[in-house]
């Protein structure tokens, strides 16, 4: 028995459905794929090149890939994937987080429900480690036009607690020449300076 395969006892009865663990980096392809048809149907401006997704699972943090995530395929194609990790709030709970992609025509099929069901027992087993003893909550995000994964996570229990907007302006013409309050300025950033930017973004967030 091939033991990259799992058993979801609540899987649809879709003829040729099948869910395993990730493969490594041939894997990165059929992800960047599940990515962009995800992208294209829900209106989400993101281009995920193979070399983009080497680059950011070569630096994961608090996610083991082989362990914390669930591929969804059809006779063998990849149809979808999620990865489950999670991080620490300052002074608050330990945050159990996950992302999934789904292409359209194999939506609203329970194939979303059962890879977001196992993504939460995979992120209990974490949890019941050696930070069992803080508080801890699950997360997950939905963009504008997301409206099916929304509406699973209202579905399973999920609620809404924040809300981040994107601004667009039309064009860069005529942009106003507002001063700068004293002391700021505005450089290119060089070499020398991305580290001191990098931890200003890590204790921003």
Not at 47 to 53: F, H, K, L, P, R
Not at 84 to 93: I, K, L, N, Q, S
Not at 155 to 179: A, N, T
Request: charged share 20%; net charge negative; glycine share 8%.
């Amino acid at each position: 028995m091939n033991t990259d395969y799992l058993h979801i006892a609540d899987a649809p009865a879709i003829p040729g459905l099948a869910f395993r663990r990730f493969h490594g980096p041939s894997d990165y392809p059929q992800m960047a794929a599940a990515i962009q048809a995800s992208a294209d149907a829900d209106k989400v401006e993101r281009a995920d090149t193979v070399e983009d997704i080497a680059n950011a699972y070569a630096h994961l943090s608090n996610c083991d890939p082989y362990q914390d995530m669930i591929f969804a395929e059809v006779n063998g194609e990849v149809i979808g994937y999620s990865r489950a990790f999670w991080w620490e709030e300052t002074d608050g709970p330990r945050i159990y987080g996950f992302v999934g992609f789904l292409v359209p025509t194999w939506r609203r099929k329970g194939i979303g429900r059962a890879m977001l069901r196992w993504l939460e027992q995979r992120l209990r087993q974490i949890a019941a480690g050696p930070a069992a003893d803080r508080p801890a909550m699950f997360q997950g995000f939905a963009e504008q036009h997301e409206v099916g994964l929304a509406t699973l996570l209202t579905q399973e229990g999920y609620q809404p607690v924040r809300y981040f907007y994107q601004m667009v302006r039309p064009s860069l013409d005529d942009i106003p020449d507002f001063p700068l309050p004293a002391g700021i300025e505005v450089r290119p950033a060089l070499p020398e300076h991305y580290r001191a930017i990098w931890n200003a973004g890590v204790e921003a967030f």
